[in-house]
């Protein structure tokens, strides 16, 4: 797990469907006075150049993103989403892509607290500095699925807690499930972000499974934009499984995933999912 650096994959169509539905969930939490936490077990860096080395390595970020600078008819939702990205770059530029920390400190209020988790040393120290002296967030450096369960429930009493673990190795999956029941058992009315990669091996279903059975309240949205390459590897698309969610935000998504679809598919039968 120590070996994975999310720089290498900044800005790619994940990180389009995961923080364009983040940014949306966080939206419909601020419509209520009482403030909340954000609770990120796999924070990452904060911020990525795509300029840097990393993220030009397999440069994932020209089949995600950047496929959606140049368009002048996005949908609302994908209008805001651009509009963030657009925030943390000058006037005109691309260079910067903000990782989930920064999308959620750019999306809550002045009164709302953020928990931030990295156990990458290099990571860490990057987030500790990119959060420097801003007194609504908190900087771990811990493995996020140990320490989740310590901070719930907040003192506010409402959350969302934001689960994006590499799935480097294939024991994740079940650190996903366990994390979860933990955290449900001590605070069932909060918000579950859970984010996870569409393999050919199909690791994801049975977590799936998994995550449906604690809940009668889910919402599960993904994307499938291209096809095994010849060995049959590769990520075919991903998804983000929700419990507790904002009840406006299957609609919602209904009517920008095909959209998005069509702007980010590498092959014909690329296709998008959202079910209870």
């Not at 955290?183 to 091996?201: D, K, M, N, Q, T």
Request: hydrophobic content about 40%; proline content about 6%; overall charge negative.
């Amino acid at each position: 797990m120590l070996a994975y650096r999310h720089a290498f994959h900044a800005g790619n169509h994940a990180d389009v469907l995961k923080h364009c539905v983040l940014q949306q969930i966080l939206m419909y939490m601020n419509q209520k006075d009482k403030p909340y936490w954000v609770i990120d077990t796999h924070a990452g860096a904060g911020m990525y150049s795509l300029s840097s080395e990393y993220a030009n390595t397999k440069s994932e970020y020209l089949n995600g993103v950047a496929r959606l600078w140049d368009q002048d008819d996005l949908p609302p939702v994908l209008a805001d989403y651009i509009q963030l990205v657009q925030q943390c770059n000058s006037r005109g530029d691309w260079s910067l892509y903000p990782g989930s920390p920064e999308v959620i400190r750019r999306s809550i209020r002045a009164d709302d607290r953020l928990r931030l988790f990295e156990l990458h040393p290099t990571d860490y120290e990057i987030l500790e500095q990119h959060f420097d002296r801003d007194r609504q967030v908190k900087v771990f450096k811990g493995d996020g699925f140990a320490s989740l369960k310590a901070l719930l429930p907040p003192p506010t009493r409402r959350a969302v807690v934001f689960m994006d673990p590499p799935y480097e190795i294939k024991s994740d999956y079940q650190k996903v499930i366990q994390s979860l029941e933990e955290g449900f058992s001590r605070f069932a009315e909060g918000v579950y972000v859970i984010w996870y990669p569409i393999l050919s091996r199909g690791d994801h279903l049975k977590m799936i499974e998994s995550m449906r059975a604690l809940s009668e309240k889910t919402l599960n949205i993904s994307i499938t934009v291209q096809e095994p390459d010849e060995k049959g590897f590769g990520m075919l698309g991903s998804g983000l499984f929700i419990i507790n969610p904002p009840w406006v935000l299957k609609e919602t998504m209904q009517s920008v995933m095909p959209y998005l679809v069509n702007q980010l598919a590498q092959y014909p039968q690329a296709h998008y999912q959202i079910t209870d």
